[in-house]
């Protein structure tokens, strides 16, 4: 019952930023975290950042340092700021939210397009 609708993807130059936005609504309970996914096509999802609520972060090693997730606790979105754009960047980006319980239960959004290209 909950669902995760993303915002923010484009096409941008490389070098470039954008703001990637997950709006969460529906029946928000027991939540571990939220976060991002990547997935390009013929490939596996692979983990971008997550965000516990203590405000634990994770970043995969690729994109450290130049994305950050953040998270509206009052507005139950989280974000991703994603700086210095290259072309291995570009994916199709998945917002997820896992719950808390046991065993676990993701969430997942419909993903946003992030193309980086000249």
């Known amino acids: 019952q909950v669902q995760l609708v993303e915002s923010g993807g484009g096409l941008v130059q490389p070098g470039g930023s954008l703001r990637l936005s997950c709006a969460a609504s529906?029946?928000?309970?027991?939540?571990?975290?939220m976060g991002w996914y990547r997935q390009a096509p013929g490939k596996q999802r692979e983990l971008v950042a997550t965000?516990?609520?203590?405000?634990?972060?994770n970043y995969a090693d690729s994109v450290k340092d130049r994305f950050t997730i953040s998270i509206d606790n009052t507005k139950n979105t989280v974000y991703l700021q994603i700086t210095s754009l290259k072309p291995e960047d570009t994916d199709v980006y998945y917002c997820?939210?896992?719950?808390?319980?046991?065993?676990?239960?993701?969430?997942w959004g419909q993903g946003t397009q992030v193309t980086v290209s000249s």
């Open positions: 529906g029946s928000i309970l027991s939540v571990y975290a």
């Open positions: 965000i516990t609520s203590p405000g634990r972060t």
């Open positions: 997820n939210l896992r719950s808390r319980t046991r065993p676990s239960y993701d969430y």
